[in-house]
């Protein structure tokens, strides 16, 4: 979902996909077992102090039938979204370079400054909580500018 900082939505996807037991059960490009939500929404309960990054959230999802599920969320790890290319000046994703263009970058991950612009975007593998079931999902975040929901007021001011 997208929100701008008065914490309205202004794009947003939702559904439920159903789990195969193999890839040739999976029906194709467009499951008829793909349920439509009528509605997403999110609360963050903790940053991960001196970044934008959520520690701790909640995801709640609203059914066709008004039936609400709700997960709760906590970060394990992270994967920064630059190391594919987003944001970088020259290899940025999706910039063609020719048939042949070959790049790289590399970096130390404890020296990454959590407040540069390119690495904002980011995709967190998460521990998901819905009632007495738990499994693994990943979150993709990028949380820039100002949001009266969370205290932030500036383009880039981390979480205290």
């Known amino acids: 979902m997208f929100e701008n900082e008065h914490g309205v939505t202004w794009h947003w996807d939702g559904m439920i996909m159903p789990t195969y037991d193999t890839p040739a059960g999976i029906p194709g490009v467009e499951d008829p077992n793909m349920e439509t939500l009528a509605g997403v929404d999110h609360k963050i309960h903790e940053f991960y102090p001196g970044t934008r990054r959520a520690r701790l959230s909640q995801v709640t999802l609203k059914h066709l039938n008004g039936?609400?599920?709700?997960?709760?969320?906590?970060s394990l790890l992270v994967y920064r979204m630059k190391g594919i290319g987003y944001t970088h000046p020259e290899w940025g994703h999706g910039k063609w370079k020719g048939e042949l263009a070959v790049g790289s970058s590399s970096w130390t991950i404890d020296e990454c400054d959590n407040m540069e612009m390119d690495n904002q975007h980011i995709q967190s593998v998460m521990k998901a909580t819905c009632g007495?079931?738990?499994?693994?999902?990943?979150?993709e975040q990028i949380h820039i500018g100002?949001?009266?929901?969370?205290?932030f007021k500036e383009f880039l001011d981390p979480a205290t």
């Open 67 to 74: 039936d609400i599920t709700e997960i709760e969320l906590e």
């Open 146 to 151: 100002p949001s009266r929901r969370y205290g």
């Open 132 to 139: 007495d079931e738990t499994g693994i999902g990943v979150m």
